[in-house]
Nanobody, 116 residues
Framework: QVQVVESGGGLVQAGGSLRLSCAAS????????MAWYRQAPGKQRELVTT???????NYTDSVKGRFTISRDNAKNTVYLQMNNLKPEDTAVYYC??????????WGQGTQVTVSS
């Protein structure tokens, strides 16, 4: 099993920044990549960004140039630096461990609210 715990959400004004953290524990050797998803009210959960164990990253178009995913392997922690936040970034952000055999381990989510 893999446990994932997010932290760092909050309320910020448009144009501001937040950094989310995601700590993984348990059978971390089964993890192939880490991802951040988000779900806004009334919308489907969407993939925001991923980072592989090798450090390769991908971003959805709406956050490119504003969000940066990174990882600290020594701490088994992934970070999401979010800059120039917009009201449309408001959502619950979920960290997800993408594991072997298509298994996924989700965190409980952290709320990010961007006021205009």
């Amino acid at each position: 099993q893999v446990q994932v715990v997010e932290s760092g959400g909050g309320l910020v004004q448009a144009g501001g920044s937040l950094r989310l953290s995601c700590a993984a524990s348990g059978n971390i050797f089964s993890i192939n990549a880490m991802a951040w998803y988000r779900q806004a009210p009334g919308k489907q959960r969407e993939l925001v960004t991923t980072i592989t164990t090798g450090g390769s990253t991908n971003y959805t178009d709406s956050v490119k140039g504003r969000f940066t995913i990174s990882r600290d392997n020594a701490k088994n922690t992934v970070y999401l630096q979010m800059n120039n936040l917009k009201p449309e970034d408001t959502a619950v952000y979920y960290c997800c461990a993408l594991r072997s055999f298509q298994r996924r381990s989700w965190g409980q989510g952290t709320q990010v609210t961007v006021s205009s």
